[in-house]
Each structure stands twice: as structure tokens, then as C-alpha cells.
């Protein structure tokens, strides 16, 4: 139904209706405001609460339940970092546009308004005329009718002088043409202002009641699509926060009192056994009593000097510079790293402490490396939903973190498999099995590892950079690698070989180990999985015209 046709007489209630809606849409943007606002000051609430229960780096935890309480610090962060990107894309996605679109319905009624007062007024001065020469015209016919009697009056008075009453008919003819006149006038104005009547109510004032229905119906569809809005940015946010709930969930499940009280005897033992009863002495037999009193002077005398003769090992390593090796650290002349001081702690600590250590941070390690896959996978994902909805996002961005989480995965898979290398020297030490320097038993135990041991994401050796201080007692040799990765890119279009045996996927990462050359042909390679369930790298050529992104790999 159309305005100007219904409510044809309504036009200072529908601009007061215009005005009503545009403020109420006012009032959601500054409620959006205010939701934003409490969402981001909420998660920087939780970031001041986790600080005073951060974790120091220094810390190792043993137990289970100490991980699982370390995970959940960890995933309530990334709950409060989800909380403060949803203030910021409620600020900027709904309340930014939301108030220009909110000045451009403003701008647009008071145009309306003031086309609609105009009409309006016009039409009130053309009645206005209209009730004037009306005025005129009556007064001019009481006139004539005054006149007129006087006239009639003068005629029939026997008395009158002639003179007179031509005088009385001479007035009376004036005031004939002074009312003939002033019907005319009002005749005319009559038809003008019907005219102009007709034209305002049929065309005028329709068009701007269209303009005011146009402006009311925009305004209640932006309102629907900012309501949209911010259903989606929510429900954008679901899968983050499912994961963080599930990762919290598997952290609880992981949580295990046999695991943990095995982890206390494992941290203490001493591997020493239970002190012997005492012997009865007969201190009533003289030699019994001298015997015993002798062997206690031997016990006490033994202790003395094994007391001074640690004191003076002590000293004497003090002065020494004996090189302390550790298992596969790297030599160099810069301060030593944070994993460096870690392992060279670890050194001192009895083995079976050791290995518990060692453990612990493989499974960090490990946590690390799934929780970067799965925010690879979330991205990919994120990436294909921006390639079918242009509209929610752009691209650009989310393939830049690709290649970031790219590289924080690299480097997280490389540190995973230095740890379970050290691990595998501990056990090999703790079962007496360090000497055994061959490098094919290296080999050998390089093929038995998982991939992520035995090579890094790159394709190649994890520490070809390590050196040992004697070979003889590390027995792990790093073998060369025949081709060496240059760089790393990004498949811009599915690709397969001309026999199938090299396929490759839209958005997979792969590794460049040649540099690629414009117009011609790159190899590259990536990592597979088998019908077994293994994985491993298959390499093969693809077009250069079918990669992008390509980002030079550091060198070490």
C-alpha cells in the first residue's frame, strides 16, 4: 500500500513516525556500542585474572593435573582474546556503518520534510487567497444590494430631485461593476486552487510520501541486516570457542591419579635399598665390645675423608675447564637459548628425573603441534568459507597467518623432534647402551621413529646443525640431505600429473626445493598419507603459473 494514497491527510504523523524509527535504530547502535564495549573490557577482566596465575617459564610440571590446569589457563586466554576480536568486529562492522547509514536517513528525511512543509504551505497560501477574494466578492454583493435599495428608494420618493437620483444610479452602477469584478477574480482563484489542490494531493504530495516510504523501508531493512550482523559475528566465533571448550575437556580426560602418584616415585626414588636391622652387641665379651668400637671408628673415619675428598673434587672441577656436553646442542659463540639451559639443568638431575622431564616436554611439544594444526585447519576453512562469500571477508589476510602458522608449525615440529631425540640418548644411557657408536644403529633407529622425529614439515633433517664432542659417547650422526628446501608456497589451483601419481590440492602448502622459474616448471613437495595411515613426502614438478605466495625460506 502506498502512503500518499492512504494516509493522503497524515503527513505530520508519518514524519514524526520517520523521526521515531531512525531514533530507535539510534538506540540499538548504542547498544551495540555498549555490548562491544563490555565484551572487550570482559576479556581484558580474564587476561588481569590469568596473570596472577601465570605459569612461570621455569616451571615443570610432572603431574597431569598440573598440564591440564596449564591447559586451561591457556584456552581461557584464547576465550578472552575471542571475546575482545568480537567488541572490535561489533565496533567496527555495525556501529562504524551503523551511523553513516544512520546520517544518510537523517539527511534524507529532513530533505522530505522540508519538500513535504513546502507543498504544504503553498497549498495553505492558495486557500488563503482563495478566502480573501472571496471576502471581497461578498462584501462588493452587499454593496451592490445597499446600493441598489437607495436607489429604489430615491426613485419612488416624489420629493427627491431629479439630480439626486441619477446620482443614486450612478453609484449603483459602480458598485454593478466593482462586484462583476471582484466575481470574476474570485472565480479565478477558485479554479487555481482547486487546480493546485488536485495537483498536490494526486502528485506532489504521493511522491514525497514514496520518498518517506522508501526511507522507512531502507531503514528497517539496514536494521535487519545489522541484527544479521551480529548473529553471524557470534556464531563466527562458535567453532573457536567449541574448540577451546573441547581442548579444556581433553585436558580434564587426560587427568590421571596412577599416572601422577608414578610420577611422585619417579621424581624421589633413590633406587637405594632399606638399611639392614641392627645387630645385637655383647658389650659383656671384651673382644665383641672392642670390635665394635673399632668399627665404628673405621665408619666414622671413612666418612671424614670421603667429606674432604668431595670438597677437594669440588674444588678441583672448579678450576678445571672440562667442557660439559650435552646431547645434541648446537655449538656456537652467542648465549645459550632457552632449550640449551633447559637441557644443560636437566644434565645434572638424576636419570630417572631426566626422563620424566624429557617426557613432559614432548608432550608439551606434541600439544603445541596439534593445537597449531588445528588452527592451520580452522584457517583453511575460514579461507574456503571468504572464496564462497566474498561478502564476509577478504582473503588476503587469512593467507598471510597461513603462511605465519606455516612457519610456527615448522619450527614447533623441529623442536618436537630434538626432544624425542634427547629422550631416545636418555634411555639408550638408562639401559646401558650409550657406546654403541654405529651409525647405522642411527639409521636404523631414524627408519623405527615417527615422521615427526625423523624429518621436520621442510622434508629434511631436524638437526643437521648438531654437533657432538665425543662420537663415542653420542652415537647420533646427522645425515646429509640430497636436496634442501628453498622456499615454501601455496597451491593458487588444483593440479594433477599427467599418470595421477602427483596430486595436489587447492590452498595446501608446499615446500619449494628449487627456486620456481616464471613461464616453466617448479619441484616441490608435500606430505601424504597412506593407506596405512603413515605419512610421508612425495615430490614432484607442477607449473609455476599454479603456485603463489612463494616466500623464501630462511637461512641457518
Avoid at 74 to 93: N, P, V, Y
Avoid at 263 to 292: C, G, L, Q
Wanted: aromatic share 8%; proline share 3%.
Amino acid at each position: 500500500m502506498r502512503w500518499g494514497i492512504e494516509l493522503w491527510d497524515k503527513f505530520d504523523y508519518v514524519d514524526k513516525h520517520t523521526t521515531r524509527g531512525i531514533d530507535f535504530s539510534e538506540k540499538y547502535l548504542r547498544l551495540i556500542n555498549e555490548y562491544a564495549k563490555l565484551q572487550r573490557e570482559h576479556g581484558r577482566e580474564i587476561r588481569k585474572l590469568l596473570k596472577r596465575y601465570k605459569i612461570s617459564n621455569d616451571d615443570v610440571y610432572v603431574y597431569s593435573y598440573q598440564r591440564a590446569f596449564s591447559e586451561l589457563l591457556l584456552q581461557i586466554s584464547d576465550l578472552a582474546a575471542q571475546l575482545e576480536q568480537l567488541g572490535d568486529d561489533l565496533e567496527s562492522k555495525i556501529s562504524s556503518s551503523g551511523y553513516e547509514s544512520l546520517t544518510e536517513f537523517r539527511n534524507r528525511r529532513k530533505q522530505t520534510q522540508i519538500k513535504g512543509r513546502e507543498q504544504v504551505s503553498h497549498l495553505k497560501q492558495s486557500i488563503q487567497v482563495l478566502e480573501s477574494k472571496k471576502k471581497v466578492f461578498e462584501r462588493s454583493c452587499k454593496e451592490r444590494d445597499s446600493a441598489q435599495a437607495t436607489f429604489e428608494k430615491a426613485d419612488r420618493d416624489m420629493n427627491v430631485t431629479k439630480a439626486l437620483v441619477l446620482k443614486t444610479k450612478q453609484t449603483l452602477m459602480n458598485k454593478v461593476s466593482i462586484m462583476e469584478a471582484c466575481a470574476k477574480e474570485y472565480s479565478d482563484q477558485l479554479q487555481k486552487t482547486n487546480d493546485y489542490k488536485n495537483l498536490h494531493y494526486n502528485e506532489k504530495m504521493p511522491a514525497i510520501f514514496d520518498d518517506i516510504q522508501n526511507l522507512d523501508t531502507d531503514r528497517i531493512q539496514h536494521f535487519s541486516q545489522m541484527m544479521l550482523e551480529f548473529g553471524n559475528l557470534h556464531k563466527f566465533t562458535i567453532p573457536f570457542s567449541s574448540q577451546s571448550y573441547e581442548a579444556i575437556t581433553r585436558a580434564a580426560e587426560e587427568i590421571s591419579e596412577k599416572q601422577d602418584s608414578n610420577a611422585v616415585v619417579d621424581k624421589h626414588r633413590t633406587n637405594s635399598k632399606m638399611p639392614s636391622d641392627f645387630e645385637y652387641i655383647n658389650y659383656a665379651d671384651p673382644e665383641e665390645r672392642s670390635r665394635a668400637s673399632s668399627k665404628s671408628e673405621d665408619l666414622s673415619n671413612s666418612g671424614s675423608k670421603s667429606s674432604s675428598t668431595l670438597a677437594r673434587d669440588s674444588t678441583t672441577r672448579g678450576t678445571k675447564k672440562k667442557k660439559i656436553r650435552i646431547p645434541f646442542m648446537k655449538r656456537s659463540t652467542t648465549p645459550n637459548s632457552g632449550n640449551e639451559a633447559e637441557l644443560h639443568e636437566y644434565s645434572q638431575l638424576p636419570l630417572s628425573e631426566q626422563l620424566v622431564k624429557l617426557k613432559f616436554r614432548i608432550d608439551q611439544s606434541q600439544s603445541a603441534v596439534t593445537k597449531l594444526e588445528v588452527e592451520q585447519e580452522a584457517l583453511r576453512n575460514l579461507k574456503s568459507t571468504y572464496c564462497k562469500n566474498p561478502n564476509m571477508g577478504d582473503t588476503e589476510p587469512v593467507c598471510q597467518e597461513m603462511v605465519n602458522i606455516g612457519k610456527s608449525l615448522d619450527a614447533a615440529r623441529l623442536e618436537l623432534g630434538k626432544w624425542q631425540k634427547h629422550l631416545l640418548y636418555a634411555q639408550r644411557q638408562a639401559n646401558g647402551n650409550v657406546h654403541s657408536s654405529s651409525s647405522e644403529d642411527y639409521k636404523r633407529s631414524q627408519v623405527n621413529q615417527p615422521s615427526s622425529i625423523r624429518t621436520s614439515s621442510h622434508g629434511i633433517s631436524s638437526d643437521d646443525d648438531f654437533e657432538c664432542e665425543d662420537y663415542e659417547e653420542c652415537p647420533y650422526q646427522i645425515l646429509p640431505v640430497d636436496q634442501q628446501i628453498v622456499g615454501h608456497c601455496y597451491a593458487a589451483y588444483p593440479f594433477t600429473s599427467e599418470d595421477g601419481s602427483f596430486v595436489v590440492v587447492e590452498g595446501e602448502r608446499l615446500d619449494c626445493l628449487g627456486e620456481p622459474i616464471p613461464d616453466d616448471w617448479t619441484h616441490v613437495q608435500h606430505l601424504i598419507t597412506l593407506e596405512s595411515g603413515a605419512e610421508e613426502l612425495q615430490s614432484g614438478f607442477m607449473p609455476t603459473s599454479y603456485i603463489r605466495d612463494y616466500v623464501t625460506a630462511p637461512k641457518t
